[in-house]
């Protein structure tokens, strides 16, 4: 998986396909009102980033968790240092990311920030139901559960991915307040 991320006819396509999420988002945001041009385009790239960011911290944490899971040890010091260093640079593009992403007016962000949640949601729910239905079809078939850890592991990894979602989307609603009336 890591080795498919650095390859070189990877960064050939790279601007087509950004450029087509840019413009396909950039449209339904400029439809919000009192969205501003500037702020959608910082947005857009924020969102972007984030979830390249979510990429990274994934693909780290999914291998750490499943070596440790299987209990593989991690006696190769540049395998430990290499996934260690790509998680921290994981979190380190979606700190700043969500950092320039504060400063943006929320009627600029309010759709790529909701495409982003949502598709994590998304993305989360089809982890849980395929890696589950993999499960359970590897135990009808073969009457065991052999790699069950890293399915399970990958499960959990879906299930954090919803719920986050769910929990960003509840936390963004404003907060009612009742007020009294006087009489």
């Given at each position: 998986?890591?080795?498919?991320?650095?390859?070189?006819?990877?960064?050939?396509?790279?601007?087509?396909?950004?450029?087509?999420?840019?413009?396909?988002?950039?449209?339904?945001?400029?439809?919000?009102?009192?969205?501003?041009?500037e702020g959608v385009g910082r947005a857009i790239i924020c969102v972007?980033?984030?979830?390249?960011?979510?990429?990274?911290?994934?693909?780290?944490?999914?291998?750490?968790?499943?070596?440790?899971?299987?209990?593989?040890?991690?006696?190769?010091?540049?395998?430990?240092?290499?996934?260690?260093?790509?998680?921290?640079?994981?979190?380190?593009?979606?700190?700043?990311?969500?950092?320039?992403?504060?400063?943006?007016?929320?009627?600029?962000?309010?759709?790529?920030?909701?495409?982003?949640?949502?598709?994590?949601?998304?993305?989360?729910?089809?982890?849980?139901?395929?890696?589950?239905?993999?499960?359970?079809?590897?135990?009808?078939?073969?009457?065991?559960?052999?790699?069950?850890?890293?399915?399970?592991?990958?499960?959990?990894?879906?299930?954090?991915?919803?719920?986050?979602?769910?929990?960003?989307?509840?936390?963004?609603?404003?907060?009612?307040?009742?007020?009294?009336?006087?009489?």
């Open positions: 998986m890591l080795g498919y991320l650095f390859q070189t006819s990877l960064f050939q396509y790279a601007p087509f396909v950004i450029t087509g999420l840019l413009a396909l988002l950039f449209i339904p945001s400029l439809l919000v009102t009192g969205a501003k041009p972007l980033w984030k979830a390249f960011g979510l990429v990274l911290i994934a693909m780290s944490l999914l291998q750490l968790s499943s070596d440790i899971a299987t209990s593989q040890t991690l006696t190769a010091q540049p395998m430990l240092s290499a996934l260690i260093l790509i998680f921290v640079i994981g979190i380190g593009v979606m700190v700043h990311a969500s950092r320039i992403l504060a400063t943006v007016d929320e009627a600029s962000k309010a759709v790529p920030k909701l495409i982003f949640v949502l598709t994590c949601e998304t993305i989360g729910g089809l982890v849980i139901v395929i890696t589950g239905l993999t499960l359970m079809i590897n135990f009808l078939l073969t009457q065991k559960f052999d790699g069950w850890e890293t399915q399970m592991i990958t499960i959990l990894f879906g299930v954090v991915l919803m719920l986050g979602a769910s929990m960003h989307v509840k936390s963004g609603a404003k907060k009612k307040v009742a007020v009294r009336k006087k009489k």
